[in-house]
């Protein structure tokens, strides 16, 4: 069985709940950025034993937050030793509206992942784009990179739609089995 780690940053919840999902989908270790930026005791060590690492970030002004973009940049260490070589890499955002610039946060998640000479994994599902679809089926945004959560802003995390979350499980689950069927 293979190691994943999902990192990730919340500001309100909603990423959190998003994060459990996909955590739950690849029966990952979850490490939670802090409100400063920075990470519990031990976790770049976690990281850096980890098989696969799935980025959590909510999108906020068209881009990840900046506590995960300061765990972004404190990651170079990781890059110089080429720590993350080869693993596998998955990511996810949320943001308020449907679209919210996601694609922008999710290129950003892509690229840490590529720079750090790792493999990406994409949601890898068919959208929900039919007349009859609605937001309880999965992938009801549509996203191919990886996965887009709609949070609404005037709602708890336990009112991100159904779709979404089955769509984080699922996620999870794709992750992790690639890791293990390339680690085999």
Same mark, same amino acid.
């Given at each position: 069985?293979?190691?994943?780690?999902?990192?990730?940053?919340?500001?309100?919840?909603?990423?959190?709940?998003?994060?459990?999902?996909?955590?739950?989908?690849?029966?990952?270790?979850?490490?939670?950025? &802090?409100?400063?930026?920075?990470?519990?005791?031990?976790?770049?060590?976690?990281?850096?034993?980890? &098989?696969?690492?799935?980025?959590?970030?909510?999108?906020?002004?068209?881009?990840?937050? !900046?506590?995960?973009?300061?765990?972004?940049?404190?990651?170079?260490?990781?890059?110089?030793?080429?720590?993350?070589?080869?693993?596998?890499?998955?990511?996810?955002?949320?943001?308020?509206?449907?679209?919210?610039?996601?694609?922008?946060?999710?290129?950003?998640?892509?690229?840490?992942?590529?720079?750090?000479?790792?493999? !990406?994994?994409?949601?890898?599902?068919?959208?929900?784009?039919?007349?009859?679809?609605? +937001?309880?089926?999965?992938?009801?945004?549509?996203?191919?990179?990886?996965?887009?959560?709609?949070?609404?802003? &005037?709602?708890?995390?336990?009112?991100?739609?159904?779709?979404?979350?089955?769509?984080?499980? +699922?996620?999870?689950? +794709?992750?992790?089995?690639?890791?293990?069927?390339? +680690?085999?």
């Amino acid at each position: 069985m293979s190691k994943i780690v999902v990192v990730f940053h919340s500001g309100y919840g909603h990423t959190r709940r998003v994060a459990e999902q996909v955590a739950a989908g690849a029966q990952a270790e979850l490490l939670a950025i &802090d409100a400063e930026g920075n990470l519990p005791e031990g976790a770049w060590d976690t990281l850096a034993a980890a &098989d696969g690492i799935i980025f959590g970030t909510p999108t906020y002004m068209g881009g990840p937050s !900046w506590q995960f973009k300061k765990f972004a940049d404190a990651s170079s260490k990781a890059w110089f030793t080429r720590a993350w070589q080869d693993k596998v890499f998955g990511g996810f955002t949320c943001s308020a509206s449907l679209i919210g610039d996601k694609g922008a946060t999710m290129m950003a998640l892509q690229t840490l992942g590529s720079q750090h000479g790792g493999l !990406w994994v994409s949601l890898g599902l068919m959208p929900s784009n039919a007349t009859a679809s609605t +937001r309880n089926d999965v992938n009801s945004l549509g996203g191919s990179v990886g996965l887009m959560v709609q949070c609404p802003s &005037d709602a708890g995390a336990d009112q991100i739609p159904q779709g979404d979350l089955d769509t984080a499980t +699922r996620y999870g689950e +794709r992750v992790a089995a690639i890791a293990a069927r390339l +680690r085999a």
